[in-house]
């Protein structure tokens, strides 16, 4: 089954406490990226990723990380999580050439930071 | 950059025909995407223009007009589990960053 898979789906943490949130996609999709959604402002981008080893910022990306050093992961650092990074977090990924948007999406990830 | 406005609710009845419409300003553009998300969950990918005109998947429709920067999704017969948000997006032609509308709430009524 064609999916991306998000880990974890839920987590509450401390301010910075650094964590990682992965994302893995099985469709050998080259394109990957990761959003934000928070209520009435529905979802901003934060980075994503056109290949292996090339990744750029998104409108949101101050405070995240990410690196892509295999085609299917792409996992969401937060080195020193502060308690605005409370949100809800998506993956998403799709095939370079078609031109639109993201297909495909993971279930998210709900993150709180007290 | 890029910018998608549509409106924040809309408001229908069962069976009915509902337009949400989307306005974009961008400085290069690919095409228009549509997505439906229920409450607290993931966004699921419901159609995209790359060209002008009319697209259609079942009782959902979109509509693209590149010389008017607008697009529309339109959903036929309606039934109560259409009931959720509806965003349109697009991708930066060359820079590969993609930017969603702050999203349609649509609610459908008895």
């Known amino acids: 089954e064609a999916q991306v898979t998000q880990n974890p789906r839920y987590l509450i943490t401390v301010t910075g406490k650094k964590l990682t949130v992965t994302c893995s996609q099985n469709?050998?999709?080259?394109?990957m990226s990761w959003y934000r959604q928070d209520p009435g402002l529905g979802l901003r981008q934060i980075y994503y990723?056109?290949?292996?080893?090339?990744?750029d910022k998104g409108d949101v990306p101050e405070g995240y990380k990410v690196s892509r050093k295999e085609k299917r992961n792409f996992p969401l650092i937060l080195e020193s999580p502060s308690p605005n990074q409370t949100s809800l977090y998506f993956c998403?990924?799709?095939?370079?050439?078609?031109?639109?948007?993201?297909?495909?999406f993971g279930q998210g990830t709900r993150l709180t930071v007290v | 950059g890029q910018s998608l406005e549509q409106p924040s609710e809309v408001t229908a009845v069962e069976g009915a025909i509902v337009q949400i419409n989307c306005t974009y300003q961008?400085?290069?553009?690919?095409?228009l995407s549509w997505y439906q998300q229920h409450d607290g969950g993931a966004p699921t990918f419901l159609s995209y223009?790359?060209?002008?005109g009319l697209e259609e998947t079942g009782r959902f429709s979109s509509f693209l007009s590149r010389s008017d920067s607008y697009g529309y999704l339109l959903l036929q017969e309606l039934q109560m589990k259409d009931s959720a948000s509806y965003f349109c997006?697009?991708?930066?032609?060359?820079?590969?960053?993609?930017?969603f509308g702050d999203g349609t709430t649509l609610t459908v009524k008895p």
């Open positions: 998403a990924s799709s095939l370079m050439g078609q031109g639109g948007t993201e297909a495909f």
């Open positions: 997006a697009s991708r930066q032609a060359n820079a590969g960053k993609s930017t």
């Open positions: 469709m050998n999709h080259e394109y």
């Open positions: 990723s056109m290949n292996v080893e090339v990744t």
């Open positions: 961008t400085s290069g553009f690919y095409g």
């Open positions: 223009n790359a060209l002008d």
